[in-house]
């Protein structure tokens, strides 16, 4: 079946610095979302896309729709303690959430 | 307002028993999903329902069941338990998508079940 593929998997970064993941498909999507999982909670909606080529941030957030449809990136600046968590981003292509497709997720660690 | 709400939080059964995982929302929203997430592979969706009364198969349905009397609760269950059940299960919901836009999914705070 289709899939989305993400990397890294999973990362180690220092305060402070910058993360930068993308999420890449074999199939064309209509809308990109990007959730974050913190431990023991369930997902939350950070950013979704809807056009490709879009650019959208929240906060220290930032994601992008890729040209091609088949991929996007989500950029996080100045990373903090409460970054940690899993970062899964999803593709849909109807209108419906029965379509939408979860990637396997990137696990983010910050070293104080 | 609670959100989605899921009990239990937590549980063991052993092989071939049942049970069902609750789901509430308070939010009036008429879509609600049943996911399964297992380490490593993302979401899969399991179960969806667009309103009371009506529900569909997802990517993984098989050994579960749902039913949607109300517009609030989404019970999941499970009649014979198998290990490949063992698994993190989320409820979810959101309104009915808006034309050109996407709608965002509330999720559950998880249920945690593991078969032995």
């Known amino acids: 079946g289709q899939q989305l593929n993400q990397s890294p998997q999973s990362m180690f970064i220092q305060e402070g610095e910058d993360v930068s993941m993308n999420c890449t498909s074999s199939?064309?999507?209509?809308?990109w979302l990007w959730y974050k999982q913190d431990p023991g909670e369930g997902p939350v909606l950070l950013i979704a896309l809807y056009k490709a080529g879009e650019l959208t941030s929240n906060g220290r957030l930032t994601a992008q729709f890729g040209i091609t449809r088949k991929d996007s990136f989500l950029n996080i600046s100045a990373s903090i303690p409460s970054d940690v968590g899993i970062y899964f981003c999803a593709g849909q292509k109807g209108t419906s959430y029965d379509k939408v497709i979860f990637g396997p997720g990137t696990s983010l660690s910050v070293i104080p | 307002n609670a959100g989605v709400t899921q009990t239990p939080k937590f549980r063991i059964l052993k092989i071939g028993q049942s049970m069902t995982l609750q789901c509430a929302q308070d939010m009036n929203h008429n879509y609600m999903y049943w996911y399964r997430q297992d380490p490593g592979m993302g979401l899969k969706l399991i179960y969806y329902?667009?309103?009371?009364?009506?529900?569909d198969k997802g990517e993984v349905p098989n050994g579960y069941n749902v039913s949607r009397s109300t517009t609030e609760d989404f019970p999941l269950r499970l009649e014979l338990a198998a290990p490949s059940q063992t698994s993190v299960y989320f409820c979810a919901s959101s309104y009915p998508p808006r034309p050109g836009k996407n709608t965002e999914a509330f999720f559950g705070q998880g249920t945690r079940l593991t078969v032995v």
């Open positions: 199939s064309i999507f209509n809308t």
């Open positions: 329902s667009v309103g009371a009364g009506i529900t």
